[in-house]
Protein backbone atom coordinates (compact mmCIF):
# COMPACT_ATOMS: atom_id res chain seq x y z
CA UNK A 1 0.00 0.00 0.00
CA UNK A 2 3.01 2.49 0.40
CA UNK A 3 3.89 2.01 -2.97
CA UNK A 4 0.87 2.81 -4.55
CA UNK A 5 0.43 5.66 -2.35
CA UNK A 6 3.77 6.92 -3.25
CA UNK A 7 3.06 6.67 -6.83
CA UNK A 8 -0.42 9.18 -6.01
CA UNK A 9 1.60 11.31 -4.10
CA UNK A 10 3.98 11.78 -6.67
CA UNK A 11 1.05 12.51 -9.19
CA UNK A 12 -0.67 15.11 -6.89
CA UNK A 13 2.85 16.62 -6.53
CA UNK A 14 2.75 16.93 -10.13
CA UNK A 15 -0.54 18.82 -10.17
CA UNK A 16 -0.13 20.80 -7.43
CA UNK A 17 2.80 22.72 -9.22
CA UNK A 18 0.99 22.79 -12.46
CA UNK A 19 -0.64 25.69 -13.98
CA UNK A 20 -1.83 23.96 -16.69
CA UNK A 21 -2.49 20.34 -17.48
CA UNK A 22 -3.15 19.16 -20.45
CA UNK A 23 -4.72 15.84 -21.26
CA UNK A 24 -4.54 13.74 -24.18
CA UNK A 25 -7.15 10.59 -24.86
CA UNK A 26 -9.40 8.97 -27.47
CA UNK A 27 -12.86 8.94 -26.70
CA UNK A 28 -13.31 5.07 -25.93
CA UNK A 29 -16.99 3.58 -26.57
CA UNK A 30 -18.62 6.99 -25.21
CA UNK A 31 -16.07 7.42 -22.08
CA UNK A 32 -12.67 7.45 -20.97
CA UNK A 33 -9.96 4.88 -21.13
CA UNK A 34 -9.22 2.80 -17.89
CA UNK A 35 -5.98 4.18 -18.01
CA UNK A 36 -7.18 8.02 -17.62
CA UNK A 37 -10.17 6.87 -15.02
CA UNK A 38 -7.34 5.49 -13.02
CA UNK A 39 -5.47 8.33 -12.70
CA UNK A 40 -8.13 10.52 -11.86
CA UNK A 41 -8.75 8.15 -9.16
CA UNK A 42 -4.89 8.45 -7.71
CA UNK A 43 -5.21 12.40 -8.01
CA UNK A 44 -8.68 12.81 -6.18
CA UNK A 45 -7.13 12.36 -3.08
CA UNK A 46 -8.77 14.08 0.39
CA UNK A 47 -7.13 16.15 2.31
CA UNK A 48 -4.47 16.90 -0.99
CA UNK A 49 -6.86 17.49 -3.52
CA UNK A 50 -10.16 17.52 -1.80
CA UNK A 51 -10.94 18.96 1.64
CA UNK A 52 -13.88 18.30 4.13
CA UNK A 53 -15.64 21.30 5.22
CA UNK A 54 -18.53 18.97 7.74
CA UNK A 55 -19.91 22.39 8.90
CA UNK A 56 -22.07 22.47 5.43
CA UNK A 57 -23.28 18.72 5.38
CA UNK A 58 -25.45 19.47 1.88
CA UNK A 59 -22.00 20.56 0.25
CA UNK A 60 -19.34 19.01 2.14
CA UNK A 61 -16.23 19.11 0.05
CA UNK A 62 -13.87 21.93 -1.12
CA UNK A 63 -12.04 22.11 -3.81
CA UNK A 64 -8.14 22.62 -2.86
CA UNK A 65 -6.63 23.49 -6.09
CA UNK A 66 -8.89 26.81 -6.78
CA UNK A 67 -5.92 28.57 -4.61
CA UNK A 68 -5.11 29.94 -8.05
CA UNK A 69 -5.72 29.78 -11.54
CA UNK A 70 -5.38 26.77 -13.17
CA UNK A 71 -5.92 25.14 -16.42
CA UNK A 72 -7.00 21.83 -18.35
CA UNK A 73 -6.41 21.65 -21.95
CA UNK A 74 -8.44 18.38 -22.83
CA UNK A 75 -7.59 16.88 -26.64
CA UNK A 76 -9.71 14.17 -27.60
CA UNK A 77 -9.39 12.24 -30.76
CA UNK A 78 -13.30 10.54 -31.62
CA UNK A 79 -13.38 8.09 -34.51
CA UNK A 80 -17.63 8.90 -34.90
CA UNK A 81 -18.83 12.81 -35.81
CA UNK A 82 -21.08 14.38 -34.07
CA UNK A 83 -19.80 14.06 -30.50
CA UNK A 84 -19.36 17.86 -29.16
CA UNK A 85 -21.46 20.41 -27.67
CA UNK A 86 -24.40 20.72 -30.17
CA UNK A 87 -23.68 17.59 -32.40
CA UNK A 88 -26.13 14.78 -32.66
CA UNK A 89 -23.85 12.34 -30.54
CA UNK A 90 -23.24 14.63 -27.82
CA UNK A 91 -25.66 13.12 -25.19
CA UNK A 92 -23.46 10.17 -25.79
CA UNK A 93 -20.22 11.92 -25.37
CA UNK A 94 -19.40 10.54 -21.49
CA UNK A 95 -15.86 11.70 -21.34
CA UNK A 96 -15.52 15.44 -21.41
CA UNK A 97 -18.65 16.12 -19.25
CA UNK A 98 -16.99 13.35 -16.78
CA UNK A 99 -13.54 15.30 -16.98
CA UNK A 100 -14.93 18.37 -16.60
CA UNK A 101 -17.33 17.14 -13.34
CA UNK A 102 -13.92 15.46 -11.92
CA UNK A 103 -11.19 17.93 -12.33
CA UNK A 104 -14.14 21.10 -11.35
CA UNK A 105 -14.14 18.82 -8.16
CA UNK A 106 -10.58 19.45 -7.51
CA UNK A 107 -10.66 23.08 -8.21
CA UNK A 108 -9.64 22.87 -11.70
CA UNK A 109 -12.70 24.96 -13.72
CA UNK A 110 -10.84 26.67 -16.69
CA UNK A 111 -11.17 23.53 -18.77
CA UNK A 112 -10.31 23.91 -23.05
CA UNK A 113 -11.62 21.56 -25.04
CA UNK A 114 -10.47 20.26 -28.65
CA UNK A 115 -11.33 17.21 -30.42
CA UNK A 116 -10.26 15.83 -33.79
CA UNK A 117 -13.36 13.81 -35.87
CA UNK A 118 -14.43 11.25 -38.31
CA UNK A 119 -10.77 9.09 -37.41
CA UNK A 120 -13.33 5.98 -38.64
CA UNK A 121 -14.40 7.83 -41.80
CA UNK A 122 -10.97 9.66 -42.71
CA UNK A 123 -10.56 12.10 -45.85
CA UNK A 124 -11.75 15.46 -46.41
CA UNK A 125 -13.28 15.03 -43.28
CA UNK A 126 -10.45 13.65 -40.82
CA UNK A 127 -8.15 16.11 -42.89
CA UNK A 128 -10.66 19.24 -41.97
CA UNK A 129 -11.10 18.10 -38.57
CA UNK A 130 -7.19 17.86 -37.91
CA UNK A 131 -6.65 21.26 -39.52
CA UNK A 132 -9.27 22.78 -37.50
CA UNK A 133 -7.62 21.13 -34.07
CA UNK A 134 -4.43 22.31 -34.93
CA UNK A 135 -5.62 26.16 -35.48
CA UNK A 136 -7.48 25.51 -32.38
CA UNK A 137 -4.50 24.34 -30.48
CA UNK A 138 -2.24 27.66 -31.75
CA UNK A 139 -5.09 29.78 -30.46
CA UNK A 140 -5.17 28.57 -27.27
CA UNK A 141 -1.39 28.26 -26.44
CA UNK A 142 -1.13 31.89 -27.69
CA UNK A 143 -4.02 32.43 -25.12
CA UNK A 144 -2.92 30.83 -22.31
CA UNK A 145 0.88 31.56 -22.26
CA UNK A 146 -0.39 35.25 -22.01
CA UNK A 147 -3.41 34.44 -19.19
CA UNK A 148 -0.88 32.43 -17.47
CA UNK A 149 2.71 34.32 -18.16
CA UNK A 150 0.85 37.83 -17.47
CA UNK A 151 0.33 37.85 -13.73
CA UNK A 152 3.01 36.39 -12.38
CA UNK A 153 5.50 38.91 -10.32
CA UNK A 154 8.65 37.19 -11.41
CA UNK A 155 9.34 37.19 -14.68
CA UNK A 156 11.36 34.51 -13.87
CA UNK A 157 8.85 32.10 -13.01
CA UNK A 158 7.73 29.58 -15.98
CA UNK A 159 4.81 27.97 -15.61
CA UNK A 160 4.84 24.38 -14.72
CA UNK A 161 2.62 21.74 -16.62
CA UNK A 162 1.63 18.76 -16.03
CA UNK A 163 0.77 15.84 -18.96
CA UNK A 164 -1.36 13.22 -18.82
Partial sequence: MNDALAESDRLVDE????????????LYNFGMPAALKAWIDQVVRLNRTVGMDESNPLDPYVPMLADRERHAVILNARGGVGFGPGGAMAHMNHLEPNLATALGFIGITRIHQIAIEGQEIGGELLASSVAEALHQV?????????TVEAPLPDAHRRAECAAV
Fill in 15 to 26: LLASDVLVIGTP
Fill in 138 to 146: DTLVSRLQA
